[in-house]
């Protein structure tokens, strides 16, 4: 949780944890008038592919977040992830491979601020200890102010799917016509399906796969898979 709690934040040094900046904390007074803080959830995980196996995620309640803008994005269905699957052991030479942009939703800036509170009980103490927070408790809460995508904001996907395209088409990705999440190159015979930040690779060898890779690098630093 710490961990979790240091990259959503300023870092938490103990653990070596950098910060994204995606929230700040907040007395509620500092909220501006005709706002709401939404609630938090804590979604934990064994993921053994993962450099950090042992996951925590702390989402905040969307269904509680009244954004006024188009929050819908593309993402790829079922079926069209099976065809590619499928492509890739019908054509000779072909290899898959699987990226992953890390932290993603946390470096995307959001166009208006979201605010949440933080139940007391959720937050390890060495966490408030080092954030000095004691003083910030009201009615057993924390408030916080979030600028950048955070898991569960309505909005986020939609905000970070529109920030990587276009970075995506300056090295010549693009969407492959009318399917949704399926994008190909204008050259190299590269074909990926997108799903909110994971990628379903299709390439034909190590020299082309790598042109992608940088490409994401460029943008965000990716998640390396076990």
């Known amino acids: 949780m710490c961990n979790e709690l240091g990259r959503?934040?300023?870092?938490?040094?103990?653990?070596?944890?950098?910060?994204?900046?995606?929230?700040?904390?907040?007395?509620?007074?500092?909220?501006?008038?005709g706002r709401k803080a939404t609630y938090v959830r804590v979604v934990v995980a064994h993921r053994p592919q993962k450099t950090e196996e042992n996951r925590v995620r702390l989402t905040v309640g969307g269904d509680k977040v009244d954004y006024p803008g188009p929050v819908s994005s593309k993402t790829t269905d079922l079926i069209t992830a099976k065809l590619l699957l499928n492509s890739v052991v019908s054509t000779p030479g072909s290899k898959f491979l699987g990226l992953d942009i890390k932290d993603f939703f946390l470096?995307?800036?959001?166009?208006?601020?979201?605010?949440?509170?933080?139940?007391?009980?959720?937050?390890?103490k060495a966490f408030m200890d080092l954030y000095n927070l004691w003083d910030k408790?009201?009615?057993?809460?924390?408030?916080?102010?979030?600028?950048?995508?955070?898991?569960?904001?309505?909005?986020?996907?939609?905000l970070a799917y529109d920030a990587l395209v276009p970075r995506l088409a300056n090295a010549g990705y693009r969407e492959a016509g009318i399917t949704p999440g399926?994008?190909?190159?204008?050259?190299?015979?590269?074909?990926?399906?997108?799903?909110?930040?994971?990628?379903?690779?299709?390439?034909?060898?190590?020299?082309t796969a790598q042109h992608l890779v940088r490409t994401l690098r460029n943008h965000r630093r990716l998640e390396r898979r076990k």
């Open 8 to 33: 959503l934040f300023q870092g938490f040094k103990p653990n070596n944890i950098a910060g994204t900046d995606t929230a700040r904390f907040i007395h509620p007074n500092d909220m501006p008038k």
């Open 107 to 124: 470096g995307t800036p959001l166009t208006r601020k979201e605010y949440a509170k933080i139940p007391v009980k959720l937050i390890p």
């Open 137 to 158: 408790v009201v009615d057993g809460f924390v408030w916080i102010e979030i600028s950048k995508g955070m898991y569960g904001l309505p909005q986020a996907s939609r």
């Open 182 to 207: 399926l994008f190909k190159h204008d050259d190299n015979k590269i074909l990926f399906c997108l799903t909110v930040d994971d990628f379903g690779v299709q390439y034909p060898d190590y020299a």
